[in-house]
C-alpha cells in the first residue's frame, strides 16, 4: 500500500513531459516593454511571427511577462484579474486569437507574494492561479523569484509543478530564481528550464548597474555556464535568459550572443520590438542553420574547449556524428585564428564524445556566410573582428 501511495505520489509530482524536447523557442515581452503591454502589440507580435517566417523558424510562444494584471485580486474570488486598460477584452479572446495562428501562449507569475513588479504574486494560491491559466488555455508559465523571504525553493516550485500538473492543461514550466538555489540539482522533475544568473541587457561584456540590483552583459553570463551542462538535456535546460538580439547590441555581437546560445543548448526566447526589427535582426533570429544546432536531437550542451588571449573556442556534439564549433573574440582588437585540426584531439569526457580529426575527416561549413571552408585536412584561418564569432558546422 505504502509503495503504491509513494509511487503515485511521484507520478503526480512530475512535470508534464514531452513538452521540451528541444530547448523552447518563442518571444517574451520583457526585455523591450517591461510592463508597457497590451493587447494591440501581443496581436502584432503574433501576426509577425508568421510575415516575418519566426515560427517557420520554430519559434512557437508569445510570453506576456510581468504586468499583464491588475494591481489587486479579485476581492470576491482571489482569482488574477488581467489589467483591464491593457487588455479591455480579457485574455481569453487574445489567447485564442494566438491559438489560431498555430503559436503557443504564455503568461509569467511569482513565487513570493508579490512579482518583481509589485503585482499580485501567486504565494498561498498555486492552486487557484494554476487552474485559471488552464481556463484561458496558458500553455506556458514563468514562475519568478521575488518577494519570496523564508520561503524554500525547492518546495515552493514543486508546489505549483504539483499545482500546474493538477489543473491538467499541459504547461511548460520556466524556472526564473536566477540560479539562487541551484535548481539545476533539483528542478529537472520540477520544470523544463530554469534561469541560470540574474538578468540580461543588451551590452556585450560586464555588467551594469541599476542602483541596487545590477543586469549582466551577454559574456559576464557565459561566464556563469561553463560547469552547468551535465545538468542539461532533453526536457530539462539551463536557460542563460531571454535574447537581446535587435536591442542595440551590434550586428557582430548579436551574431555572438545568438550563436553561444545556440551552442548552449539555451532556450531561444526572442526579446526584441518585432514590429521594429531590421533585417538584419531578422536575418540572425531565423538562421536555421544556427537553430538546427540549438535544437539538435542530441540535447547534449557545447563546452568551451579553449580560452586563450581572449578567443574562445567552444565545440558541441551533435546528433549525427557533426559537430558544432563557435570562435568568439572577446577582445576589442582583431584577432587571427590559425586552427591545426591535425595538433587537437577533442574530447567530451561528461558525455563519453570525441572529436578525431586525425582519423575523420569533416567538411567545414560557416553557418553564418553559407560558405564552405573545405576540410579539417588543412589549417583554418580566419580574421575575426572585435566581439565577433565564427560559427562552423563540421559534417561528418
Ligand atoms: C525578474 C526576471 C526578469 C523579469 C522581471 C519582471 O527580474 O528575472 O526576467 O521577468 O523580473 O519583473
Not at 523591450?32 to 520554430?58: C, P, R, Y
Not at 539538435?296 to 551533435?318: C, H, N
Not at 576589442?332 to 564524445?353: A, G, H
Request: net charge negative; proline share 3%; aromatic share 12%.
Amino acid at each position: 500500500m505504502l509503495h503504491l501511495f509513494v509511487f503515485n505520489n511521484q507520478l503526480f509530482a512530475q512535470k508534464f513531459e514531452n513538452l521540451a524536447s528541444t530547448p523552447p523557442m518563442g518571444w517574451n515581452s520583457w526585455n523591450t516593454f517591461q510592463t508597457n503591454i497590451n493587447e494591440q502589440l501581443v496581436k502584432d507580435v503574433a501576426d509577425i511571427m508568421i510575415t516575418s517566417g519566426m515560427k517557420d523558424a520554430g519559434y512557437t510562444y508569445i510570453v506576456l511577462d510581468d504586468g499583464w494584471m491588475a494591481l489587486e485580486r479579485d476581492p470576491k474570488t482571489g482569482d488574477l484579474i488581467p489589467d483591464p486598460k491593457k487588455f479591455p477584452n480579457g485574455l481569453k479572446s487574445l489567447i485564442d486569437y494566438i491559438h489560431s495562428k498555430g503559436l503557443k501562449f504564455g503568461l509569467y507569475n511569482c513565487a513570493g507574494t508579490k512579482t518583481c513588479a509589485g503585482y499580485p504574486g501567486t504565494r498561498g494560491f498555486e492552486y487557484q492561479d494554476a487552474r485559471f491559466y488552464a481556463l484561458l488555455g496558458t500553455d506556458y508559465l514563468k514562475f519568478d523569484w521575488c518577494h519570496t523571504e523564508d520561503i524554500n525553493a525547492k518546495e515552493a516550485y514543486t508546489t505549483m509543478s504539483k499545482a500546474l500538473r493538477t489543473a491538467a492543461h499541459p504547461v511548460v514550466f520556466s524556472l526564473c530564481e536566477w540560479g539562487n538555489n541551484k535548481p539545476w540539482e533539483w528542478a529537472a522533475s520540477v520544470g523544463h528550464l530554469w534561469r541560470t544568473t540574474g538578468d540580461i541587457t543588451a551590452q556585450f561584456d560586464g555588467i551594469k548597474s541599476y542602483g541596487n540590483w545590477h543586469a549582466n552583459g551577454v559574456m559576464t553570463i557565459v561566464d556563469m555556464q561553463d560547469t552547468l551542462r551535465k545538468f542539461a538535456g532533453s526536457g530539462h535546460w539551463n536557460d542563460p535568459d531571454m535574447l537581446e538580439v535587435g536591442n542595440g547590441m551590434t550586428a557582430a555581437e548579436d551574431r555572438t550572443h545568438f550563436s553561444i546560445w545556440c551552442m548552449l543548448a539555451a532556450p531561444l526566447i526572442a526579446g526584441n520590438d518585432l514590429r521594429k526589427m531590421s533585417e538584419a535582426t531578422k536575418s540572425i533570429l531565423t538562421n536555421k542553420d544556427l537553430i538546427a544546432i540549438d535544437q539538435d536531437a542530441l540535447g547534449i550542451e557545447g563546452f568551451r574547449y579553449r580560452d586563450k588571449d581572449s578567443v574562445q573556442i567552444w565545440f558541441r556534439p551533435l546528433h549525427n556524428g557533426d559537430w558544432a564549433v563557435c570562435f568568439v573574440n572577446r577582445s576589442s582588437v582583431s584577432k587571427t585564428i590559425d586552427f591545426n585540426w591535425q595538433n587537437e584531439t577533442v574530447t567530451d569526457d561528461l558525455f563519453n564524445k570525441a572529436l578525431d580529426p586525425k582519423t575523420t575527416t569533416y567538411q567545414i561549413r560557416d553557418l553564418w556566410t553559407k560558405k564552405d571552408l573545405g576540410t579539417t585536412k588543412k589549417i583554418l584561418k580566419a580574421n575575426l573582428l572585435s566581439h565577433d564569432v565564427l560559427m562552423i558546422r563540421l559534417i561528418k
